[in-house]
């Protein structure tokens, strides 16, 4: 056995060094746990009065004059036309007609919870009565009130809105501040912010100094800051008695959150929206003019029962609507699928989410309604983007003096996201996407009861509206009430990293004192897991390589691979592999075709890895898409289009990413100098899905796997190792197990004794040490003689460099 002692050690320090260097070099403005304020400063949300005042009487002088200044101000704006006439506008909103009850609540309580349906006035209107009233009775210039917003372009778009409403401009009395901008002044009273920066605040602040009254918008959605704010504001109203807080929601589930506050009262805005007709995905292809019926047969694409048309409709139709309603009937059945197969929605094909059935719908409304707007949600901005483009090319709809089409994302510039609350020219009608779903890495999931209401009353605001469901009614029965909160949705992982971020203290404890926690056994194991791969030390803090974790939005396995591909330029293969990982699996093995599939899987076989083999696979997609090829590719080749178009577009995210938190330089275009060196390539897959290893056990004829945990394990029959009669590697590392009623590997690469050594453990604070006190345990479990025997040698030649030093 050679010894790689010099290289392992060049390995560890190497990684451990630059990750240090470059997170130190970045400075606070990328490490995000510690960027608080975009100019780098600790900027306080609001102006502190003028503490140089020579005494206390001199200083509330200063005040009492401020908030007479203010009230003359407000009462002057109230009295004039214009807020006479805006008056008039706020007072036809629902939440006007409750001002009363809600003030004399909010002063005889610490908490109280409000409800009330999307538009009734909640966020523009319940901060204004606060500040307002605390201006009449001349306490303006003390207080000072948060309202949080789960998104940046609410924050901006609703401080403008209030602005407007008190007759000034932003950053007078209301401001905003989101991350990287924000519009507030010295006479700022009224602040939007996104639930983020509250919580940065308070890593700075924990008692919000001169903070009078903090409300906590859209709580109905259980996002995981919202949820971790309450956690910590819980914690600090005993120790600001003065303190209010205001929660709202858009839903009548206030219940939980009242108890959660030690039975808080809540009032509830009852709510006016005008009637919105619903249509599910059998009343729009009737309007069509077809008929749906349910089928058994097997569709092309095999595993799913779809629903068929009725051959008996009218058959003269454009074949543009026809191929539209094909496109939307290959909606599967779901009746017959256990909850967690509809959950996971694998049987619900994207490909078939049907754009030429919207463009269909579009251009009906467009050439029959009256003026209006479309809003359409998607679910991520590939879909966004490709169905623009696909109605730009339509002669109604790509009609510029006809309609107005606009897109809308959350990784779009705040400038051109706001252009959606403009009101468009006359005759132009519009149509904006919105795609609330910004995470990059998750599969489409189907929204829950509550947000499908929610979205259909967005059509209700202003004048009598459609909503145009794109799936069957069935299908919407199957939908959860409410959706999980996030904080139950989000991968143990990157919440115990999120914590750590956010320095929110002991991970379990803190989620202890949640709204609704994750089992406590799963939160171990997750800390376990970050402290083995080295995202985290033995004292529970975050590591260099867990802060760059914190700041790529993904499962820690994939962000690791990720990192070192940045590092050890080979980024365009393992950047396939990553987001490989994080889609829908792109070979498909339709049930009446199994041999043909596999047959074609095998060609691409290739290095004893899964990994590899889907590398390959892309790269063959990428060079027929060059030829405008692409489909014919994917179809004679088995593959998901869908999937593949999915992984070049992570895969470009993934590069922005690395580039955002400074792995790779801005002005580079690429990072593949050793893109080419495929043991490499396995090293950097082995560093990522450690410790998920198993041993390569060889008879004569064949091989057994094993795993320490699990004994015999199995590999999944479409893994291209599974056709191998040998695997000339003593390990595997892979992506998952799956337990049916033996345990199957799922996608796997062989990897050999030195790569694990080298690559297979971790970069904390342990080092090199801890890593191979762990690969030791492995490597004496699986009996691997000479290799222990290396191990040892490591070992000692480790213990003697430890006690020079
Ligand atoms: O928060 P909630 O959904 O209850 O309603 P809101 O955002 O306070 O909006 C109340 C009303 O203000 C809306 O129905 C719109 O008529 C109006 N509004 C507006 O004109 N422009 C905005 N940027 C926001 C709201
Ligand atoms: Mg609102």
């Known amino acids: 056995v050679s010894v790689p002692l010099n290289v392992l050690k060049r390995v560890d320090a190497y990684l451990k060094q630059y990750l240090s260097k470059k997170s130190g070099m970045k400075g606070s403005s990328s490490v995000r746990s510690s960027s608080s304020g975009s100019s780098g400063t600790d900027e306080g949300l609001f102006e502190q009065p003028d503490l140089q005042a020579s005494s206390r009487a001199a200083l509330e002088k200063i005040l009492r004059r401020r908030s007479l200044q203010m009230r003359d101000q407000q009462t002057n704006w109230q009295e004039s036309p214009e807020g006479r006439r805006m008056l008039e506008f706020r007072r036809s909103l629902p939440a006007y007609k409750e001002k009363g009850a809600i003030l004399s609540a909010i002063s005889n309580n610490q908490v109280i919870i409000i409800s009330g349906e999307t538009g009734c006035g909640k966020t523009t209107q319940i901060?204004?009565?606060?500040?307002?009233?605390?201006?009449?009775?001349?306490?303006?210039?003390?207080?000072?009130?948060?309202?949080?917003?789960?998104?940046?372009?609410?924050?901006?778009?609703?401080?403008?809105?209030?602005?407007?409403?008190?007759?000034?401009?932003?950053?007078?009395?209301?401001?905003?501040?989101?991350?990287?901008?924000?519009?507030?002044?010295?006479?700022?009273?009224?602040?939007?912010?996104?639930?983020?920066?509250?919580?940065?605040?308070?890593?700075?602040?924990?008692?919000?100094?001169?903070?009078?009254?903090?409300?906590?918008?859209?709580?109905?959605?259980?996002?995981?800051?919202?949820?971790?704010?309450?956690?910590?504001?819980?914690?600090?109203?005993?120790?600001?008695?003065?303190?209010?807080?205001?929660?709202?929601?858009?839903?009548?589930?206030?219940?939980?959150?009242?108890?959660?506050?030690?039975?808080?009262?809540?009032?509830?805005?009852?709510?006016?929206?005008?009637?919105?007709?619903?249509?599910?995905?059998?009343?729009?292809?009737?309007?069509?003019?077809?008929?749906?019926?349910?089928?058994?047969?097997?569709?092309?694409?095999?595993?799913?029962?779809?629903?068929?048309?009725?051959?008996?409709?009218?058959?003269?139709?454009?074949?543009?609507?026809?191929?539209?309603?094909?496109?939307?009937?290959?909606?599967?059945?779901?009746?017959?699928?256990?909850?967690?197969?509809?959950?996971?929605?694998?049987?619900?094909?994207?490909?078939?989410?049907?754009?030429?059935?919207?463009?269909?719908?579009?251009?009906?409304?467009?050439?029959?309604?009256?003026?209006?707007?479309?809003?359409?949600?998607?679910?991520?901005?590939?879909?966004?983007?490709?169905?623009?483009?696909?109605?730009?090319?339509?002669?109604?709809?790509?009609?510029?003096?006809?309609?107005?089409?606009?897109?809308?994302?959350?990784?779009?510039?705040?400038?051109?996201?706001?252009?959606?609350?403009?009101?468009?020219?006359?005759?132009?009608?519009?149509?904006?996407?919105?795609?609330?779903?910004?995470?990059?890495?998750?599969?489409?999931?189907w929204i829950s009861k509550v947000s499908a209401r929610q979205r259909r009353g967005r059509a209700g605001r202003v004048q009598p509206g459609e909503c145009f469901h794109l799936y069957p009614k069935c299908v919407y029965d199957t939908f959860a009430e409410y959706q999980l909160p996030e904080i139950l949705r989000t991968p143990l992982q990157s919440l115990c990293l999120q914590i750590k971020s956010l320095k929110l203290g002991s991970i379990s404890e803190f989620l202890s004192r949640a709204l609704q926690s994750p089992e406590l056994r799963a939160v171990q194991n997750a800390i376990e897991y970050l402290k083995v791969i080295g995202a985290l030390d033995e004292n529970e803090n975050l590591t260099d390589l867990g802060r760059y974790l914190t700041m790529l939005p993904m499962e820690p396995k994939l962000g690791k691979m990720l990192i070192l591909g940045a590092i050890f330029n080979c980024l365009d293969p393992i950047s396939t592999v990553a987001a490989g990982l994080s889609v829908r699996d792109p070979f498909l093995t339709p049930l009446d075709k199994k041999d043909l599939a596999e047959a074609a899987k095998s060609e691409f076989s290739c290095h004893y890895s899964d990994h590899l083999t889907l590398v390959k696979a892309y790269e063959g997609w990428k060079d027929a898409e060059m030829d405008h090829a692409e489909y014919e590719y994917c179809w004679k080749n088995f593959l998901s289009a869908q999937s593949m178009k999915a992984i070049d577009a992570l895969r470009q995210e993934f590069f922005s990413l690395l580039k955002d938190v400074g792995l790779i330089d801005s002005n580079m275009t690429s990072c593949n100098a050793w893109s080419h060196d495929v043991h490499l390539i396995r090293a950097v897959i082995c560093y990522g899905l450690y410790p998920g290893i198993c041993s390569v056990m060889h008879n004569e004829k064949s091989y057994s796997l094993k795993t320490m945990e699990d004994g015999q394990v199995l590999l999944y029959s479409n893994s291209v190792n599974a056709r191998e009669s040998k695997i000339p590697y003593p390990w595997l590392v892979f992506n998952e197990k799956i337990k049916v009623n033996s345990i199957f590997l799922r996608d796997s690469t062989a990897v050999s004794d030195s790569v694990l050594l080298l690559f297979g453990g971790s970069i904390s604070k342990g080092g090199t040490d801890g890593h191979l006190k762990m690969l030791g345990g492995y490597l004496e479990f699986f009996m691997r003689p000479a290799v222990a025997d290396l191990y040892q040698i490591i070992r000692r030649e480790l213990d003697d460099l430890i006690q020079i030093k």
């Open 127 to 445: 901060p204004q009565f606060i500040l307002e009233s605390e201006i009449d009775s001349v306490r303006g210039a003390l207080c000072n009130v948060i309202c949080t917003q789960p998104r940046r372009i609410s924050a901006m778009s609703v401080s403008e809105r209030v602005a407007s409403e008190r007759g000034e401009k932003l950053g007078e009395s209301v401001g905003y501040k989101v991350r990287l901008e924000g519009m507030k002044g010295r006479d700022t009273h009224l602040l939007f912010c996104t639930t983020g920066i509250l919580l940065r605040k308070l890593l700075a602040d924990r008692n919000l100094k001169g903070i009078t009254h903090i409300i906590v918008d859209e709580i109905h959605e259980r996002g995981m800051n919202e949820d971790f704010l309450l956690i910590v504001l819980k914690d600090l109203l005993p120790r600001r008695p003065e303190l209010r807080l205001i929660l709202m929601s858009a839903t009548l589930d206030a219940e939980l959150f009242s108890s959660y506050f030690g039975g808080a009262p809540t009032i509830n805005i009852p709510g006016f929206t005008y009637p919105v007709r619903t249509h599910f995905l059998e009343n729009i292809l009737e309007m069509a003019g077809y008929k749906l019926t349910p089928s058994n047969q097997i569709d092309d694409y095999g595993q799913e029962r779809v629903w068929k048309l009725n051959k008996q409709t009218p058959r003269k139709r454009k074949s543009q609507i026809a191929s539209a309603v094909e496109d939307a009937v290959r909606v599967a059945d779901f009746k017959d699928y256990s909850p967690q197969t509809q959950e996971s929605l694998s049987c619900w094909n994207p490909d078939c989410v049907g754009f030429n059935l919207i463009e269909y719908i579009l251009y009906n409304i467009c050439e029959n309604e009256r003026p209006g707007a479309v809003l359409v949600f998607m679910t991520g901005w590939e879909d966004i983007s490709f169905l623009k483009d696909k109605l730009l090319t339509n002669p109604v709809l790509g009609d510029p003096s006809r309609v107005l089409l606009l897109t809308c994302h959350g990784s779009m510039a705040s400038s051109e996201q706001s252009l959606i609350f403009q009101e468009p020219e006359d005759g132009a009608k519009e149509t904006s996407y919105d795609a609330l779903n910004n995470t990059p890495c998750l599969l489409p999931t």
